[in-house]
């Protein structure tokens, strides 16, 4: 089992930065592809960026592509989210995710991830 922490949340203003944090533990953290997803209250689960075991390949959904950057430290065993000029939009809980296996077809896909976070809270003020 792999155990994730998310840090880093908090309350900024449109056009602010955050950064979160993913400690993660358990299993060997250079195995696991990671992810960050994010929910808004009411609303489904939203893809947000991964990353692959190496940290070589990454993708982004399309409401935070140019913004967000996703990033790891091995040695760290830590994902982090540089989140960029930030909107209304993007206030949610935002969820650290851990799977096998680095496919883009399904890197989307919250149901493909084996182990979560409990989140960690980004409000953005207008």
């Known amino acids: 089992q792999v155990q994730l922490v998310e840090s880093g949340g908090g309350l900024v203003q449109a056009g602010g930065s955050l950064r979160l944090s993913c400690a993660a533990s358990?299993?060997?953290?250079?195995?696991?592809?990671m992810a960050w997803f994010r929910q808004a209250p009411g609303k489904e689960r939203e893809f947000v960026a991964a990353i692959s075991q190496s940290g070589i390949s990454t993708h982004y959904g399309d409401s935070v592509k140019a913004r967000f950057t996703i990033s790891r430290d091995s040695a760290k065993n830590t994902v982090y989210l540089q989140m960029n000029s930030l909107k209304p939009e993007d206030t949610a809980v935002y969820y650290c995710?851990?799977?096998?296996?680095?496919?883009?077809?399904?890197?989307?896909?919250?149901?493909?991830?084996?182990?979560w976070g409990r989140g960690t809270q980004v409000t953005v003020s207008s």
């Open positions: 995710a851990a799977k096998y296996g680095w496919n883009v077809a399904i890197i989307k896909d919250n149901k493909e991830y084996n182990d």
């Open positions: 358990g299993r060997i953290f250079s195995s696991l592809c």
